[in-house]
């Protein structure tokens, strides 16, 4: 597969298990930080995006370096920049630490949404874990409008949050981790090899912190980028809405709950 072969999930699904292997070799070491993206996402991304060979990975959002590490262990010859916008947090000597051997990460500090922008080539594969949400999917889609990423990823869009409506509604070219065949086939990376139920290959799967990947496709991501950040604003001010007319309801006792 070279850069220019679009990413889809049926490509994802048949290519996976050639990749399982060397998956759980490179990461079967590791410490493990449970506050981190789970390994089945790991996963995911890794058997999306081995065949390209990325000669670089930008990961936004550190913390306690879980994902930074895993991309450490499973691209090797890859040089991982890790950005992490709060040089105050406790997490920084954690991830100092868990990091220490890992010869191919550089980590900075800053936000990501200026850092990114400026450091972005062509190639790259970028993670976003941190922003969240509407500004993660913002992030993401300025960089994809450069046509530089060969990928761009980004983590916790959950169902039910408006920003994945949006990407549900608007970018088809994306695909997701909780999609009914990953979570069969490769949840049990994060139950150390429980099964988990059978889905119909169809169904909504509320598996929790979803990974999405957005390739270098020929979506329109100038014209998406800006339905994102109309989106965005729409969900601002239906936010406030609410919590005016919150404030507006007199003062209720104490045991006072609403029926729904
Ligand atoms: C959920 S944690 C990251 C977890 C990490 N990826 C892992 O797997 O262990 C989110 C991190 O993103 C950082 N963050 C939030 N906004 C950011 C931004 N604009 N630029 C860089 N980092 C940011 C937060 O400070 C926090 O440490």
Same mark, same amino acid.
């Given at each position: 597969m070279d850069a220019s072969t679009q990413i889809s999930l049926g490509q994802l699904l048949a290519d996976a298990p050639r990749h399982l292997r060397t998956f759980a070799e490179r990461t079967a070491r590791l410490s493990k930080e449970e506050k981190g993206i789970r390994l089945s996402e790991m996963f995911f991304l890794y058997a999306a995006i081995a065949d390209l060979g990325p000669k670089r990975i930008i990961e936004s959002?550190?913390?306690?370096a879980q994902s930074t590490l895993v991309l450490s262990a499973l691209f090797p010859a890859a040089s991982i920049i890790s950005i992490e916008?709060?040089?105050? @947090?406790?997490d920084v000597a954690i991830a100092a630490e868990r990091l220490k051997d890992q010869r191919n990460v550089e980590c900075r500090f800053g936000d990501s949404r200026r850092l990114l922008p400026e450091l972005l080539r062509a190639g790259d594969v970028v993670l976003i874990?941190?922003?969240?949400?509407f500004r993660a999917l913002k992030l993401g889609l300025r960089l994809l409008r450069t046509g530089k990423p060969s990928a761009v990823f980004v983590h916790d869009l959950w169902h039910g949050t408006p920003a994945r409506d949006f990407i549900d509604r608007h970018l088809p070219s994306a695909f997701l981790s909780d999609s009914a065949e990953w979570v069969q086939s490769y949840a049990a990376l994060d139950s150390r090899g429980r099964m988990v139920p059978a889905y119909p290959a169809n169904a909504r799967v509320v598996y929790g912190a979803t990974l999405g990947c957005f390739p270098? @496709?020929?979506?329109?991501y100038s014209v998406r980028s800006m339905q994102c950040a109309l989106a965005q604003g729409i969900d601002r001010l239906r936010a406030s809405a609410r919590k005016a007319r919150r404030r507006s309801l007199p003062d209720r006792p104490a045991d006072f709950t609403l029926a729904a």
């Amino acid at each position: 597969m070279d850069a220019s072969t679009q990413i889809s999930l049926g490509q994802l699904l048949a290519d996976a298990p050639r990749h399982l292997r060397t998956f759980a070799e490179r990461t079967a070491r590791l410490s493990k930080e449970e506050k981190g993206i789970r390994l089945s996402e790991m996963f995911f991304l890794y058997a999306a995006i081995a065949d390209l060979g990325p000669k670089r990975i930008i990961e936004s959002g550190r913390a306690r370096a879980q994902s930074t590490l895993v991309l450490s262990a499973l691209f090797p010859a890859a040089s991982i920049i890790s950005i992490e916008s709060d040089p105050t @947090s406790p997490d920084v000597a954690i991830a100092a630490e868990r990091l220490k051997d890992q010869r191919n990460v550089e980590c900075r500090f800053g936000d990501s949404r200026r850092l990114l922008p400026e450091l972005l080539r062509a190639g790259d594969v970028v993670l976003i874990d941190g922003p969240k949400d509407f500004r993660a999917l913002k992030l993401g889609l300025r960089l994809l409008r450069t046509g530089k990423p060969s990928a761009v990823f980004v983590h916790d869009l959950w169902h039910g949050t408006p920003a994945r409506d949006f990407i549900d509604r608007h970018l088809p070219s994306a695909f997701l981790s909780d999609s009914a065949e990953w979570v069969q086939s490769y949840a049990a990376l994060d139950s150390r090899g429980r099964m988990v139920p059978a889905y119909p290959a169809n169904a909504r799967v509320v598996y929790g912190a979803t990974l999405g990947c957005f390739p270098a @496709s020929e979506e329109n991501y100038s014209v998406r980028s800006m339905q994102c950040a109309l989106a965005q604003g729409i969900d601002r001010l239906r936010a406030s809405a609410r919590k005016a007319r919150r404030r507006s309801l007199p003062d209720r006792p104490a045991d006072f709950t609403l029926a729904a």
